[in-house]
């Protein structure tokens, strides 16, 4: 088994599930890194009726940067405002009906940890696609680790650097195919086939 150290994403995109369902891989989750902004670790990216859409969990700004010790921020319905996002973008889609309670209990959720917020919603999407897969957190931070280190691979700013097929989306008629969104969107679209799709990325 070969242990790999992946970062803690808010619904990750779907490259990120090719790399934690290796069926060698151990994994272990990175909580003890400064926590870098404008990242999947506080956002995701879903198919609005006007193109991408990049939800963004706020912050509650205490000055600590250690991931494991960030806070989400209390002041603002983000976990509404998310769902009503997730909803309207997703609500014609093939599977949206069939997934639609459990995805809704992702964002009822109570927690100020962005931490728990993220690793609670893994484990609604990994009983969504009827699978199961071990993991631990880190219990220190290693500038150069021994693992394979993920930390840095999935930026949000830039194109993936993983081949992902293209599937229908809701709205790519209007816009075309958007690659390697969160998992939501895989889900929604292709439903049973998810685990089946995950399998065939490659990195490039």
């Not at 008629?173 to 086939?193: A, M, Q, V």
């Not at 685990?195 to 990195?203: E, G, S």
């Amino acid at each position: 088994m070969k242990k790999v150290l992946l970062p803690i994403f808010y619904l990750p995109p779907i490259s990120w599930f090719s790399i934690f369902f290796q069926e060698d891989a151990e994994i272990v989750f990175e909580q003890y890194e400064n926590f870098p902004k404008q990242t999947y670790r506080n956002r995701t990216n879903i198919y609005g009726a006007n193109g991408k859409l990049s939800l963004i969990i706020p912050m509650n700004h205490n000055g600590t940067r250690l991931l494991k010790e960030i806070q989400t921020s209390t002041r603002e319905k983000w976990q509404q405002l998310h769902w009503k996002s997730i909803k309207t973008a997703y609500q014609t889609s093939p599977y949206f009906d069939y997934y639609e309670d459990q995805l809704e209990g992702i964002f009822n959720f109570k927690s100020n940890s962005l931490v728990e917020f993220n690793l609670n919603a893994l484990k609604i999407i990994l009983k969504i696609l009827k699978t199961e897969k071990t993991f631990s957190l880190s219990d220190e931070y290693f500038k150069e680790p021994a693992a394979l280190n993920y930390r840095d691979r999935f930026s949000a700013k830039a194109e993936t650097d993983f081949q992902v097929e293209n599937y229908y989306q809701s709205f790519s008629d209007k816009y075309g195919f958007l690659e390697d969104l969160s998992i939501i969107d895989l889900l929604c679209n292709k439903g049973p086939e998810s685990m089946t799709y995950i399998r065939t990325i490659k990195q490039k």
